[in-house]
């Protein structure tokens, strides 16, 4: 079985200034590693996925991330954030070796970009 | 990219009435579609998964007799949340993924959010 940690219920931000959103898993298995992020009663976009190769994986809207597999982390990146990307973000692992299409979700990051 | 339409966006029903809620792959055929409920400022947790042609799987703790799932073709899966109470009010949101392909992504719908008055 896999979890995943969101360390930070919420991060306030001040724009135009570098944000980390932190995102650790545990599974026994190998997994893919996912994050979306979820506007005001939307359902969810994907932003980034690490699936194999390449550690730092870069995705939509600027933000990045890169899988640490010592460390079990998969932490979410952007170097400038904008008022609109004040959002909930969600981190998720899925089981790759028994071919499980389900996701195993964190309780997500409330992102609040500040003026 | 692969969309999924979720509908309707809201519902509002009264106590002891069912709603149904529709999932659909709009360009690719998705022989598996999952069923998520949100709490309020919560995660996602996954209600069922939903099988095209046969019964759907339900995760530990979520009754399959209220929480009807059907997935009748390659392109649509529903879920019928049966006598509703206030409690079940909540984001219910399907995703979808591609049965041709190896691309592990899954795609979501909008949402639904349902209110039981």
């Known amino acids: 079985a896999q979890s995943v940690t969101q360390l930070d219920s919420q991060v306030p931000v001040f724009e135009e200034a570098p944000v980390e959103l932190r995102c650790n898993y545990s599974s026994s298995v190998s997994v893919y590693l996912f994050w979306y992020v979820q506007y005001p009663n939307q359902g969810l976009q994907l932003l980034l996925k690490?699936?194999?190769?390449?550690?730092l994986v870069k995705g939509i809207n600027g933000f990045e991330a890169e899988f640490n597999k010592s460390q079990t982390s998969f932490h979410l990146r952007k170097p400038s954030v904008h008022i609109s990307d004040t959002a909930e973000y969600f981190c998720?692992?899925?089981?790759?070796?028994?071919?499980?299409?389900?996701?195993?979700f964190g309780k997500g990051t409330k992102l609040t970009v500040n003026p | 990219g692969a969309v999924v339409s979720q509908h309707p966006s809201r519902v509002i029903c009264k106590s002891g009435t069912s709603v149904k809620i529709e999932c659909r792959s709009l360009?690719?055929?998705?022989?598996?579609m999952f069923w998520y409920r949100q709490f309020p400022k919560q995660s996602l947790m996954l209600m069922a998964t939903s099988n095209e042609g046969s019964k759907a799987t339900y995760e530990q703790g979520v009754e399959k007799d209220k929480f009807l799932i059907n997935h009748a073709s390659l392109t649509l899966s529903t879920l019928t949340v049966t006598s509703a109470h206030p409690e079940d009010s909540s984001f219910y949101i399907c995703?979808?993924?591609?049965?041709?392909?190896?691309?592990?992504?899954?795609?979501f719908g909008q949402g639904t959010r349902l209110t039981v008055v």
């Open positions: 998720a692992v899925s089981d790759r070796g028994s071919g499980s299409e389900k996701l195993v």
């Open positions: 995703s979808a993924r591609d049965g041709m392909t190896v691309n592990t992504e899954a795609f």
């Open positions: 360009d690719f055929q998705a022989t598996t």
């Open positions: 690490y699936l194999s190769g390449s550690t």
